[in-house]
């Protein structure tokens, strides 16, 4: 679901930014948010820039994750581990990202940058927490977000 809803985003905003990555960033965000949190229901917010489009997935848990800005895992993953990969990859696939404390809860986030002509543009706004808030594109209530 969580694929789908980036996809359609991006689409409506004709936000030139590469879908597979932000579909794959998104799901990696969103199956985070279900799985360490309550599972109060999770919200997706989808901004375009001048210089990138950012993705913000909203949970109610104010517990921080850790550092998405900092390389991890701190040793080598297990090739044979089926988690642990997915801020690992936000940092590396991501132009810039990281969380913010809202009044519900948190935001964890990533940008991409968005392509001009063939030409990937690599500079970026100030960080997420800078911003005023967005509206949502589209929300999932349900705790298990059914057809991640």
Known sequence: MARALIRTALLDLRAPADSDVAE?????????????????????VVELLPTGCQVEVHD?????????????????PDPWSESGRGLLLISTLSSD???????????VWFTLPVHEAGV??????????ERPARESLAACEEPSCPGL
Do not use: Y
């Open 24 to 44: 794959l960033l998104t799901a990696e965000l969103v199956a985070n948010a279900v799985k360490h949190t309550e599972g109060d229901g999770i919200e997706l």
């Open 60 to 76: 109610r848990d104010p517990g921080p994750p850790r550092d998405v800005t900092l390389p991890w895992p701190p040793v080598e």
């Open 97 to 107: 990202c990281g969380h913010r404390i809202t009044e519900q809860g948190k935001a």
């Open 120 to 129: 990937e543009v690599h500079e970026v706004s100030g960080p997420a927490r």
